[in-house]
């Protein structure tokens, strides 16, 4: 097996009062879409940033590309796109997008062809002479998405990447994730949403509260689950009737009810036939009933636990 | 280093691209040729002469005396010179008093030039004994009359005391040539040709140019910090470049935009002073007033003096400044934390002018070698007298040495600085961020 292109070995960072990531390992294979999810304040930026030297960790070491090294080093191969968005405001699209290749280490020459090319693929050509300042919120995200991909990087990575985009913008940017990944580099990227990363990723780390709870390939973490749950879909005002069969906790363990749709955990001993047939003579209006993996939502429920998902005081300071 | 360019070069295209730089830069020169040539056209722009009523009330030929002199007095030279008074003589023998009284109502009332007056001059016994000569007018406030009516005077004064005790009057005419002397600064040795006025002139537009330009761009340096810090563009810039390369870059570029601001306005001086007469002309300055401009030469060492110290003064300031917007979130924070450094540079700027009367003294010696004082000090004082080379060396790399410890301390706190957001560090923290690894 290659050596991963990231890994990172016991990683511990502390903030004036308290640890905001404690002894992290993870290693990311070559290739393919890595997702790095947990909740608000779980740590996921603070850990970014440490790959990427803009802190450095108290403990632990980084390795990037086989070796102990940090992101900057590396920067003409690392494309980041930060969770917090900003460029020069009074800058030209074009000069701007230059200069961030130029400091990633591409030529003037290259930066400026690439950039061409990129905003003509976006859809920004006409805009290529305008100040950002000119530009909607929309287009300055795709501009700087552009000056993470650039330099063609070999690992991409991408802190909370879809978040504030449109559902046109956002389409757009899988698309190139995807396209990256095909292409045999590397994804990272985090979101604390899950059926995002559940459609795109490979392989995925739960982090929550700064510490690692699960990781591994999507469909391992699925299997080993097993098929205990359920997914439903109820008929225009069907589901009303459903709602004592769910809390029979002999037949279903767990509810996560949508209102027109829910996803249930079937109780130990309990069986499909059986929550099927209670349904039915409930008078329960059906148009799905599904055996399914657990989806990464409730695997991350279950996991994290719904207290994590809001962090106390002091874990908020410093995400 | 191709990414330290990267950053020099975006500093600098966004710096002189903006409106306010090209505004500046020209207006720079405009301002500057006004306050030389202003002075001048409204010297001679003046052609009414100023009445002045002698009122003599002494014995003898001194109210007369005055009278012709006055009369003789022209403004500027050459042949087209206009006289620079309309004199009336009143004969006040007995009754100064009434006359004195009548004539004060009248002055500088009457709009219409044939009954205007504009001052009175009162000759009498006593005053040609005591030398305390009355002169009353709306003009008295102006220092340049009244010195040069002073002169008058006085020479009329001696020449009718001297008569008085016998002295041949043609004699007493000879011995009054005129006298004026011609001032002439000495540099390393050798005659400049520059007059006194036009090296104060130079020391006071150099000291100000070094002042503002030093004030100007160290703010901007802290002021583009912020902005990095503020739009969140820092996390980018610092995965990819180090923070050296970020203030280096910063500093150098908007340095470079400083010299070439100052090179325009420079050149300009050095232009206007070769071509005084010519630009003299546009404004329908007659020659011999366009000479009057005062308009220094610039040598070409005090250039280099100058622009050498600028480029360490603006590092030595530029630094810290940088490390002042990195320890800080908002402008409003900034501008207080910031008030230190600027008074600093002003404290330099007000000490320079003090030091124009004793450009050798201790108190100058000793300030040219301090590294926030000697950027503006030792230029104006090598613009005002002269000083060997070696004072000017030591002062240099005195300077020099204090900008490196002052750009060592900007850089530790820089590096950390620019990733913290939230709360201002205390000065433990401070010192904390310069220890770290």
Same mark, same amino acid.
């Given at each position: 097996?290659?050596?991963p292109?990231?890994?990172?070995?016991?990683?511990?960072?502390?903030?004036?009062?308290?640890?905001?990531?404690?002894?992290?390992?993870?290693e990311?294979?070559?290739?393919?879409?890595?997702?790095?999810?947990?909740?608000n304040?779980?740590?996921?930026?603070?850990?970014?940033?440490?790959?990427?030297?803009?802190?450095?960790?108290d403990?632990?070491?980084?390795?990037?590309?086989?070796?102990?090294?940090?992101?900057?080093?590396?920067?003409?191969?690392?494309?980041?796109?930060?969770?917090?968005?900003?460029?020069?405001?009074?800058?030209?699209?074009?000069?701007?997008?230059?200069?961030l290749?130029?400091?990633?280490?591409?030529?003037?020459?290259?930066?400026?062809?690439?950039?061409?090319?990129?905003?003509d693929?976006?859809?920004?050509?006409?805009?290529?002479?305008?100040?950002?300042?000119?530009?909607?919120?929309?287009?300055?995200?795709?501009?700087?998405?552009?000056?993470?991909?650039l330099h063609?990087?070999?690992?991409?990575?991408?802190?909370?990447?879809?978040?504030?985009?449109?559902?046109?913008?956002?389409q757009?940017?899988?698309?190139?994730?995807?396209e990256?990944?095909?292409?045999?580099?590397?994804?990272?990227?985090?979101?604390?949403?899950?059926?995002?990363?559940?459609?795109?990723?490979?392989?995925?780390?739960?982090i929550?509260?700064g510490?690692?709870?699960?990781?591994?390939?999507?469909?391992?973490?699925?299997?080993?689950?097993?098929?205990?749950?359920?997914?439903?879909?109820?008929s225009?005002?069907?589901?009303?009737?459903?709602?004592?069969?769910?809390?029979?906790?002999?037949?279903?363990?767990?509810?996560?009810?949508?209102?027109?749709?829910?996803?249930?955990?079937?109780?130990?001993?309990?069986?499909?036939?059986?929550?099927?047939?209670?349904?039915?003579?409930?008078?329960?209006?059906?148009?799905?009933?599904?055996?399914?993996?657990?989806?990464?939502?409730?695997?991350?429920?279950?996991?994290?636990?719904?207290?994590?998902?809001?962090?106390?005081?002091?874990?908020?300071?410093?995400? | 280093?191709?990414k330290?360019?990267?950053?020099?070069?975006?500093?600098?295209?966004?710096r002189?691209?903006?409106?306010?730089?090209?505004?500046?830069?020209?207006?720079?020169?405009?301002?500057?040729?006004?306050?030389v040539?202003?002075?001048?056209?409204?010297?001679?722009?003046?052609?009414?002469?100023?009445?002045?009523?002698v009122?003599?009330?002494?014995?003898?030929?001194?109210?007369?005396?005055?009278?012709?002199?006055?009369?003789?007095a022209r403004r500027?030279?050459?042949?087209?010179?206009?006289a620079?008074?309309?004199?009336?003589?009143?004969?006040?023998?007995?009754?100064?008093?009434?006359?004195?009284?009548?004539?004060?109502?009248?002055?500088?009332?009457?709009?219409d030039?044939?009954?205007?007056?504009?001052?009175?001059?009162?000759?009498?016994?006593?005053?040609?004994?005591?030398?305390?000569?009355?002169?009353l007018?709306?003009?008295?406030?102006?220092?340049?009359e009244?010195?040069?009516?002073?002169?008058?005077?006085?020479?009329?004064?001696?020449?009718?005391?001297?008569?008085?005790?016998?002295?041949?009057?043609?004699?007493?005419?000879?011995?009054?040539?005129h006298?004026?002397?011609?001032?002439?600064?000495?540099?390393?040795?050798?005659?400049?040709?520059?007059?006194?006025?036009?090296?104060?002139?130079?020391?006071?537009?150099?000291?100000?140019?070094?002042?503002f330009?030093?004030?100007?761009?160290?703010?901007?340096?802290?002021?583009?910090?912020?902005?990095e810090?503020?739009?969140?563009?820092?996390?980018?810039?610092?995965?990819?470049?180090?923070?050296?390369?970020?203030?280096?870059?910063?500093?150098?570029?908007?340095?470079?935009?400083?010299?070439?601001?100052?090179?325009?306005?420079?050149?300009?001086?050095?232009?206007?002073?070769?071509?005084?007469?010519?630009?003299?002309g546009?404004?329908?300055?007659?020659?011999?007033?366009?000479?009057?401009?005062p308009?220094?030469?610039?040598?070409?060492?005090?250039?280099?003096?100058f622009?050498?110290?600028?480029?360490?003064?603006?590092f030595?300031?530029?630094?810290?400044? +940088?490390?002042?917007? +990195?320890?800080?979130?908002t402008?409003?924070?900034?501008?207080?934390?910031?008030?230190?450094?600027?008074?600093?540079v002003? +404290?330099?700027?007000?000490?320079?002018?003090?030091?124009?009367?004793?450009?050798?003294?201790?108190?100058a010696?000793?300030?040219?070698?301090?590294?926030f004082?000697?950027?503006?000090?030792?230029?104006?004082?090598?613009?005002?007298?002269?000083?060997?080379?070696v004072?000017?060396?030591?002062?240099?790399?005195?300077?020099?040495?204090?900008?490196?410890?002052v750009?060592?301390? +900007?850089?530790?706190?820089?590096?950390?600085?620019?990733?913290?957001?939230?709360?201002?560090?205390s000065?433990?923290?401070?010192?904390?961020?310069?220890?770290?690894?």
């Amino acid at each position: 097996m290659p050596d991963p292109v990231l890994k990172l070995e016991q990683i511990t960072k502390r903030f004036a009062g308290h640890t905001a990531v404690r002894n992290l390992s993870l290693e990311v294979p070559q290739g393919g879409i890595f997702g790095l999810l947990g909740p608000n304040g779980a740590g996921k930026t603070t850990t970014i940033r440490m790959i990427m030297n803009i802190l450095n960790p108290d403990e632990g070491r980084i390795m990037l590309f086989g070796k102990v090294s940090t992101g900057r080093e590396h920067s003409e191969r690392i494309g980041f796109l930060p969770e917090e968005r900003g460029l020069y405001k009074k800058m030209k699209v074009l000069d701007h997008l230059v200069f961030l290749g130029e400091a990633k280490g591409v030529s003037r020459k290259t930066a400026a062809i690439k950039a061409h090319q990129w905003l003509d693929r976006l859809g920004l050509k006409d805009w290529t002479l305008r100040k950002v300042e000119d530009l909607s919120k929309g287009m300055q995200q795709k501009v700087q998405f552009i000056s993470t991909l650039l330099h063609d990087p070999d690992l991409v990575i991408l802190d909370e990447p879809f978040s504030g985009l449109d559902p046109v913008n956002s389409q757009v940017m899988k698309d190139v994730v995807v396209e990256i990944a095909r292409s045999g580099r590397t994804v990272v990227f985090s979101t604390h949403i899950m059926e995002q990363a559940e459609k795109m990723c490979d392989r995925i780390a739960i982090i929550a509260r700064g510490e690692k709870v699960l990781d591994g390939s999507l469909s391992e973490i699925k299997g080993g689950y097993g098929k205990r749950n359920v997914a439903l879909g109820f008929s225009d005002g069907g589901g009303k009737n459903a709602l004592a069969v769910l809390q029979d906790r002999t037949l279903v363990s767990k509810v996560d009810d949508f209102g027109t749709s829910a996803e249930v955990e079937l109780a130990p001993g309990a069986d499909h036939g059986r929550l099927l047939r209670s349904l039915v003579e409930a008078g329960v209006g059906l148009t799905r009933f599904e055996v399914v993996e657990p989806s990464l939502q409730s695997i991350f429920i279950s996991k994290v636990g719904a207290e994590a998902a809001t962090p106390t005081a002091s874990e908020v300071t410093r995400a | 280093m191709h990414k330290l360019w990267a950053v020099i070069r975006r500093e600098f295209q966004a710096r002189v691209q903006t409106k306010a730089f090209v505004i500046g830069t020209v207006l720079g020169p405009v301002i500057m040729a006004f306050m030389v040539v202003l002075p001048v056209i409204l010297n001679n722009r003046e052609t009414e002469a100023k009445h002045i009523v002698v009122i003599d009330a002494a014995s003898g030929q001194f109210g007369l005396k005055l009278e012709r002199a006055l009369a003789e007095a022209r403004r500027g030279g050459g042949p087209q010179a206009i006289a620079k008074y309309a004199v009336t003589r009143v004969t006040a023998t007995g009754r100064l008093k009434e006359v004195r009284d009548s004539l004060v109502r009248l002055t500088g009332l009457a709009r219409d030039t044939v009954h205007r007056v504009d001052g009175l001059l009162i000759a009498t016994d006593e005053a040609l004994e005591s030398g305390n000569v009355q002169y009353l007018g709306a003009n008295v406030g102006s220092l340049s009359e009244m010195s040069m009516l002073g002169n008058i005077v006085e020479q009329q004064l001696l020449t009718e005391r001297l008569e008085r005790k016998g002295v041949d009057p043609v004699l007493v005419h000879e011995a009054q040539g005129h006298v004026d002397l011609k001032t002439s600064k000495i540099t390393e040795g050798k005659e400049t040709g520059e007059s006194g006025g036009a090296s104060f002139a130079l020391a006071y537009v150099m000291s100000f140019l070094l002042y503002f330009s030093m004030l100007i761009y160290g703010i901007q340096v802290m002021s583009s910090v912020i902005e990095e810090k503020t739009n969140r563009i820092m996390e980018v810039l610092a995965s990819s470049l180090t923070p050296f390369q970020l203030m280096a870059g910063k500093v150098i570029g908007v340095g470079a935009v400083g010299l070439l601001q100052l090179g325009i306005w420079v050149g300009t001086a050095m232009f206007l002073s070769a071509n005084a007469v010519m630009i003299g002309g546009w404004f329908n300055m007659p020659p011999e007033a366009a000479s009057q401009m005062p308009l220094p030469a610039i040598s070409p060492s005090l250039l280099i003096v100058f622009l050498a110290f600028f480029l360490v003064g603006f590092f030595l300031f530029a630094a810290a400044y +940088a490390a002042v917007g +990195a320890m800080c979130n908002t402008m409003q924070e900034a501008q207080q934390y910031s008030t230190v450094l600027t008074l600093l540079v002003a +404290a330099s700027f007000i000490s320079a002018l003090s030091l124009f009367n004793e450009p050798s003294g201790a108190l100058a010696r000793t300030l040219s070698m301090v590294p926030f004082f000697a950027p503006i000090i030792m230029p104006v004082r090598y613009s005002l007298t002269s000083i060997s080379w070696v004072e000017v060396l030591t002062s240099f790399t005195i300077t020099f040495l204090g900008m490196l410890g002052v750009a060592w301390l +900007a850089g530790r706190i820089y590096r950390i600085g620019i990733l913290m957001y939230g709360k201002k560090p205390s000065f433990r923290e401070l010192a904390h961020w310069i220890r770290a690894a």
